[in-house]
């Protein structure tokens, strides 16, 4: 799939080998090619609220980003907190695992020049995207375009058609946060206690067994 802001289709036509597929903004619809691996959709089936999140200064580590780009993120609706928003003065964001895998994903495509409004569609892509979808996906891109891949057939045709001068291995990324905040705390959202180095794989475990 191919992500550009415009919400058009355009680009590489759709293959019959499952891609790679250039992901584009505006809603799902018909306007949207559905190879295979496009999103089915948001996950409607996960718990509300999540159990447990991170406040802002731990997600900023995890992700290697600053407080202030976390902020502003966060209040121009890039990257919001799902697990709780702040709620005036006094209150504390608190974000998931996946928010902090996105926020590692966001500043990666700005340190190489992806616009701005294709970060914005790539994220929501992301959001709608399954767990172990994420796991599988490669995101390609040549600065202007962004697109999706879930193969190294799809990345190697990808190189070859010239179409993508970076990547980032989603897989990589979540790894990469995983590692992290198991060394940091996060927060129970019933309780408000602290755990301390809690691994996020458990939160993957427990979503992969409601699947089943």
Same mark, same amino acid.
């Given at each position: ?13 759709? !293959?019959?080998?499952?891609? &790679?597929? &250039?992901?584009? #903004?505006?809603?799902? #619809? ?11 959709? &948001? ?9 447990? #999140? ?26 919001? &907190? @799902? ?9 504390? !964001? ?9 926020? /590692?994903?966001? /500043? ?8 701005? +409004?294709?970060?914005?569609?790539? %994220? +929501? ?6 767990? @172990? ?7 390609? @891109? ?8 879930? @193969? ?9 058609? #010239? ?11 979540? !790894?990469? %946060? ?17 755990? %301390? ?16």
């Amino acid at each position: 799939m191919r992500i550009t802001g415009d919400g058009t289709t355009g680009g590489t036509p759709a !293959r019959s080998d499952g891609g &790679p597929y &250039p992901l584009h #903004g505006g809603s799902a #619809g018909a306007a949207r090619r559905q190879p295979e691996s496009t999103p089915v959709g &948001p996950l409607g089936g996960e718990p509300a609220p999540q159990q447990v #999140g991170y406040r802002g200064p731990t997600a900023c580590a995890a992700a290697g980003i600053t407080y202030r780009q976390l902020d502003y993120w966060a209040r121009t609706g890039l990257v919001e &907190p @799902s697990v709780r928003p702040a709620y005036g003065s006094g209150t504390q !964001r608190l974000y998931s695992f996946r928010d902090v895998v996105v926020l /590692k994903i966001v /500043k990666r495509f700005l340190d190489t020049g992806v616009a701005l +409004q294709n970060i914005r569609t790539t %994220v +929501q892509h992301l959001r709608d995207r399954g767990f @172990s979808d994420l796991e599988r996906m490669t995101l390609m @891109s040549d600065g202007a375009t962004v697109y999706e891949c879930t @193969s190294p057939d799809q990345v190697v045709s990808l190189l070859q058609g #010239g179409q993508g001068v970076f990547g980032i291995a989603v897989g990589v990324v979540w !790894r990469d %946060v995983e590692n992290a905040l198991s060394q940091l705390h996060g927060e129970r959202v019933d309780t408000g206690e602290t755990v %301390v180095g809690r691994n996020p794989a458990d939160e993957l475990a427990a979503r992969r067994n409601r699947a089943v």
